[in-house]
């Protein structure tokens, strides 16, 4: 069983149709693979104006877009899920958890870009 422990949550009107454990940006939308992100989905939105609760600190669970090792910093990839961080892209969390393929779902501790140094 996997949990999270959401330190804080905050609303965001989604831009568009999104998916639950994913990162999105304040503007409700995925961010650009590698870009920074504000927080992840903890449910869906069907359309543009939903308002979706997003945890911003503390633990979350997220989909990933890649393997991922235990310890991993991660970045985001197009469609908000993490990947393995490379250098110059912005790090949104460290894997608690580990994935041998895109799809699965995973724990991470959310942390600060700046924290996150490739």
């Known amino acids: 069983m996997q949990t999270s ?41 069907a359309a543009k104006g939903d308002l979706v609760p997003v945890d911003v600190q503390g633990t979350a669970i997220v989909t990933t877009g890649a393997a991922v090792v235990v310890d991993d910093p991660l970045m985001v990839d197009a469609q908000g899920r993490v990947v393995p961080l490379t250098a110059g892209k912005a790090g949104v969390a460290k894997a608690m958890g580990a994935a041998t393929a895109a799809g699965e779902r995973i724990e991470v501790l959310l942390t600060p870009s700046a924290q996150l140094v490739v």
């Open 5 to 45: 422990i959401s330190l804080l949550a905050l609303t965001v009107a989604a831009g568009g149709p999104l998916a639950v454990e994913r990162f999105i940006t304040q503007a409700g939308v995925y961010p650009a693979a590698g870009a920074s992100a504000f927080g992840v989905t903890r449910t869906n939105a």
